[in-house]
């Protein structure tokens, strides 16, 4: 009695603080304590308290024939675990087609921020989107309020993110139209390039002009870091950037590569750690991954690991590789474009594959980092929020 009555005699904001650090699926089991706890686990300041506190774990989505099934992951991870494939906890699961138009298809994940995911539906007519948090099972569609249509070789990219100081969920879409030369495909210019924004709570877009000397990879996510979006971008002159978009300003800059390559170039743009982290795949043989150890300082870039493809994984490279995360004993987790998963052994200098689920029809699996958040997508006032 003495004990439950302490518990009870709590200032809200310790209980709060307690409570945040514990796991997802024993939070919501919290909510049926009793009504107080219910009420106090559905406010701002405990999914702030618990946001500060998540860390992040893993976002699995696979498309089927009949189904698009979203899964989320926490991690293990303590440097004495063996074989990571091991370590995942279920944390919950999700049918897309629970709050998804039917007519909505091929459906992919283009981004993750503070416990939301962006999904669009992937075609030619790129208006279709949706904010998902799959821990509070609330939904929002956005609709692009100017259609259009396009096709090869117009580029449309994607990133999704929150601003710095004023905390504003936005969505980032680049669209430019290309002209190539008919024969050799070479980029030759670029006549027009428009940036669309849409901020959540706000229930439209705008669109602004943006620098029309660099052309997006259609099938690349900007990356978020530091509140700003970055894009693996290229000149006119076939010259490699990162692209920088600043959420809070809206403004647009650039970063310098660790190096230039002639030829062909397989890299891609991510977070790792905390590092904006460039993975070069080109190689038959290896995978590097450089780090901007200090970001922003394009002098602090750094080849931090090369890692073997041989025997497993060599030959012609099609595919971007994308680190995830280093375990605490080394360990790389990684996926090899949407495919599957896999991760290095730094003791064993090896690859291995990850089979933690079986598709159950061919399909295509899309991963990524995600923390998980109690944040409600009823905090953006204009939109229609829908529970599922």
């Not at 190096?259 to 993975?279: M, N, P, T, Y």
């Not at 991954?289 to 690991?305: A, H, N, T």
């Not at 689920?357 to 990524?368: A, I, K, N, Q």
Request: net charge negative.
């Amino acid at each position: 009695m003495y004990k439950h009555q302490f518990f009870t005699n709590l200032p809200s904001e310790i209980i709060i603080d307690i409570l945040s650090r514990l796991p997802i699926k024993t939070i919501r089991a919290c909510k049926c304590v009793c009504k107080s706890w219910l009420e106090l686990l559905e406010t701002h300041e405990f999914a702030n308290s618990h946001l500060s506190k998540s860390v992040p774990g893993l976002v699995i989505h696979q498309s089927e024939m009949w189904s698009e099934l979203i899964q989320i992951f926490e991690f293990e991870d303590e440097p004495d675990i063996e074989h990571h494939e091991l370590h995942y906890n279920p944390v919950t699961e999700i049918d897309l087609n629970a709050f998804i138009n039917p007519s909505h298809r091929s459906i992919g994940i283009e981004g993750s921020a503070n416990g939301l995911l962006f999904l669009r539906e992937i075609n030619t007519q790129p208006n279709v989107f949706y904010i998902c948090n799959p821990i509070t099972r609330e939904c929002l569609e956005l609709q692009s309020q100017e259609k259009f249509v396009y096709s090869y070789p117009t580029i449309v990219t994607y990133g999704f993110g929150v601003s710095k100081i004023t905390g504003q969920h936005k969505v980032v879409r680049i669209f430019h139209e290309c002209v190539r030369h008919p024969d050799t495909h070479a980029l030759l210019r670029i006549p027009k390039s428009e940036c669309h924004v849409y901020t959540l709570g706000t229930g439209s877009w705008r669109k602004f002009s943006c620098n029309a000397t660099f052309e997006y990879n259609c099938r690349s996510i900007g990356a978020f870091m530091n509140g700003n979006l970055h894009w693996l971008v290229s000149d006119l002159k076939g010259c490699h950037w990162i692209s920088c978009f600043d959420l809070e300003t809206e403004v647009f800059s650039k970063f310098s590569l660790p190096f230039q390559k002639s030829g062909g170039f397989l890299a891609g743009l991510f977070v790792l750690g905390d590092c904006l982290c460039l993975c070069d795949n080109t190689s038959d043989d290896e995978i590097v991954i450089w780090l901007m150890k200090e970001y922003g300082d394009e002098k602090s870039w750094r080849k931090e690991y090369v890692i073997s493809k041989v025997p497993d994984f060599a030959g012609e490279s099609y595919e971007v590789v994308r680190p995830m995360k280093v375990f605490g004993d080394g360990d790389i987790l990684m996926a090899w474009q949407d495919f599957h998963l896999f991760y290095y052994s730094s003791k064993a200098k090896t690859l291995a594959g990850i089979n933690m689920f079986e598709l159950r029809t061919p399909g295509r699996v899309d991963s990524m980092l995600h923390t998980s958040s109690f944040v409600s997508l009823k905090n953006f006032t204009m939109e229609n929020v829908i529970s599922f």
